[in-house]
């Protein structure tokens, strides 16, 4: 990769002035929830931005409040303050149609004491009812300040003039080492491309500890954490680079954290509804998924349907038991929680399972260590010799019934795709084959063919020959 950085611009401001719709504008899509009630966004959320061909990386940030550093605004504060460590620029949002408020200038004297360029945003600024706030912005003694309309897309372009004096450079600077390193990669052979990183989303229900374990992973408070059940709404993706400790080598890892997932009778307000359904299209982006249980509070029916919800997106799933550091009767507990698995998760039984400890790091470099291991196992390729090899020894050990007295004749077998793996099996009369069989057949693929703990889906495909024989 790259030394070079692309520019990293953060949006700053007073709750509801429409930064998380500002940051969904630059986007080009709606990655931020977005919400008339204020403090909707408490943790930093980052996308790729273009503004006519000026690219760079996006920070949506929690709404700034004059709170104390203990309470649940004053952490969302001091991310937002941390946020500006590194960034090239910022967007300091106000709402144009509210006009300046003290809250506003606290922000502004903060701003003009720190390194990073502002440019100021006069959000909302559509029509005559902005034009006071506009005007009222030049006091805060940052510059010109850019009218435009977040909701609306009006005055983007202007924005790209305030950004581009600080940050143009930079930018194409970064587009053209991309560009030579897109050619290498063009030219190196497929066998010797690295992978891409790991996609690892974080699931389970609130107050599993979610966000922690991913701030000790990172080794820095990245997402705001606390006793408070729910703190996380958006679902946050963070770029990583992990040492494995056996080998020494270094693997790149995209972590996924996602708001808690109640039982839906539970979920009631529409914010709440918004964040869980960001947490599931979370697992669908994800390649792994790490269920994370309370070893304090066992495994409960609730877990088991989040984990068939991964296995029936197909994502590859394992279970991570946290705070193993307090848990009692550790050992009856993980055999306990080992054989519920097992019983209520039938499709796919031997799920990796993991004791650790986000308080203190026990378990997280092995459960790191299975997820890649997963991930080759959901991304594998069996040739199609293999394939029909093993297909024919379990037609043999175990032949398919003959309903009526008529035999189902299963032909060939071939894999349709990978992550997860994808199976058609080509024969005749296949509508009456039980599942039972079929499950049969599931089950020999993952105990001989390496597929273990991964969800295989597999067709039946009739023969469209009509003179084909039976």
Do not use: C
């Not at 032909?411 to 084959?433: C, E, H, K, M, W």
Request: glycine fraction near 10%; hydrophobic fraction near 40%; aromatic fraction near 6%.
């Amino acid at each position: 990769m790259s030394s070079l950085k692309k520019p990293e611009v953060v949006i700053i401001g007073r709750p509801n002035v429409g930064k998380s719709t500002l940051f969904n504008r630059l986007v080009g899509k709606k990655l931020a929830l977005v919400d008339d009630q204020p403090g909707v966004t408490r943790d930093r959320r980052m996308g790729d931005a273009d503004i006519a061909g000026l690219h760079f990386t996006v920070v949506d940030t929690a709404g700034w409040e004059d709170e104390d550093a203990h309470t649940l605004p004053g952490r969302m504060r001091m991310q937002t303050e941390a946020s500006l460590e590194g960034a090239d620029a910022a967007l300091f949002v106000i709402d144009a149609r509210a006009g300046l408020t003290p809250l506003d200038t606290e922000i502004a004297r903060y701003l003009r004491e720190q390194s990073v360029p502002v440019v100021v945003v006069a959000n909302k600024a559509e029509g005559s009812a902005g034009e006071h706030g506009v005007i009222e912005s030049y006091a805060l003694g940052l510059g010109d300040p850019v009218p435009l309309s977040a909701e609306h897309g009006e005055g983007i372009a202007d924005l790209f003039g305030g950004l581009f004096p600080i940050i143009g450079n930079q930018a194409d600077l970064y587009e053209e080492a991309q560009e030579i390193e897109a050619a290498y990669a063009a030219a190196m052979d497929e066998e010797e491309r690295p992978s891409g990183p790991l996609k690892l989303a974080i699931v389970g229900r609130p107050n599993a500890g979610k966000s922690t374990l991913i701030n000790r992973l990172l080794g820095e408070d990245r997402l705001l954490t606390g006793p408070e059940a729910g703190i996380t709404r958006d679902s946050i993706a963070i770029d990583w680079k992990w040492t494995d400790p056996k080998t020494g080598e270094v693997r790149d890892i995209r972590l996924i954290d996602t708001a808690g997932m109640r039982k839906k009778r539970n979920v009631t307000e529409k914010l709440e509804k918004l964040s869980v359904a960001d947490a599931k299209r979370a697992v669908d982006f994800a390649e792994v998924v790490v269920l994370l249980l309370d070893a304090t509070q066992g495994l409960e029916h609730q877990d088991l349907k989040i984990a068939s919800h991964v296995l029936e997106e197909g994502r590859a799933l394992m279970i991570a038991i946290n705070k193993w550091d307090v848990a009692e009767g550790a050992s009856g507990l993980f055999n306990g929680i080992r054989g519920a698995l097992d019983d209520g998760l039938a499709q796919v039984r031997g799920l990796p399972l993991f004791a650790v400890s986000a308080k203190t790091g026990k378990g997280l470099d092995q459960m790191l260590s299975g997820a890649f291991e997963l991930r080759d196992s959901w991304s594998k390729r069996v040739s199609t010799a293999a394939l029909n090899r093993w297909f024919d020894d379990a037609l043999e050990a175990n032949p398919p019934p003959a309903p009526g007295g008529k035999r189902i004749k299963l032909r060939y077998i071939t894999q349709a795709g990978t992550r997860p793996p994808r199976f058609v099996i080509f024969g005749s009369r296949l509508d009456q084959l039980p599942t039972s069989y079929e499950r049969y057949l599931i089950n020999g693929i993952r105990a001989k063919l390496g597929f273990d703990a991964v969800p295989v889906r597999v067709t039946l495909k009739s023969s469209k020959n009509p003179y084909a024989k039976d």
